[in-house]
Nanobody, 126 residues
Framework: QVQPVESGGGLVQAGGSLRLSCTVS????????MGWFRQAPGKERDLVAT????????TYADSVKGRFTISRDSAENTVYLQMNSLRPEDTAVYYC???????????????????WGQGTQVTVSS
C-alpha cells in the first residue's frame, strides 16, 4: 500500500510561516511525482504546488506564487512545502499526493494522483 504521510500543519498568525513535510511510507519518494493540494470547508480540492521526480520542474497555483515553495530531498526521502507570508485565505486541509512514474514530468490535476495522504490542517488567524 502506497501511503503518503503529511506533517507540519498547525495554527499560525497571518504573515507567519509553516513547513509541511510528506513521506511515502516504505517507498522511495524519488520514484514519484508529488503534489500538494488543499481543501477549504465547502470548497473543492485545489492544486497548491507540484514537483516532478527530479525536482527540476515545479508548478504553483497563482494564489501562492512567490510565497510557497515545493522541494524534495532524496536523502531525507521527503517532499516539503515551505509556506511564507501566510494569509487567512490559506486556511485549509493540505493534502500530499503521489504518482509513481517512469517519466520526469509533473502532474497538475488531482485526478492524476492515485495516492493521497490523510491531510494536515493549516489555520491562519488574522
Amino acid at each position: 500500500q502506497v501511503q503518503p504521510v503529511e506533517s507540519g500543519g498547525g495554527l499560525v498568525q497571518a504573515g507567519g510561516s509553516l513547513r509541511l513535510s510528506c513521506t511515502v511510507s516504505g517507498r522511495t519518494v524519488s520514484n514519484y511525482a508529488m503534489g500538494w493540494f488543499r481543501q477549504a470547508p465547502g470548497k473543492e480540492r485545489d492544486l497548491v504546488a507540484t514537483i516532478n521526480r527530479s525536482g527540476g520542474t515545479t508548478t504553483y497555483a497563482d494564489s501562492v506564487k512567490g510565497r510557497f515553495t515545493i522541494s524534495r530531498d532524496s536523502a531525507e526521502n521527503t517532499v516539503y512545502l515551505q509556506m511564507n507570508s501566510l494569509r487567512p485565505e490559506d486556511t485549509a486541509v493540505y493534502y500530499c499526493a503521489a504518482r509513481y512514474t517512469a517519466l520526469d514530468v509533473y502532474y497538475a490535476r488531482a485526478a492524476d494522483y492515485p495516492y493521497w495522504g490523510q491531510g494536515t490542517q493549516v489555520t491562519v488567524s488574522s
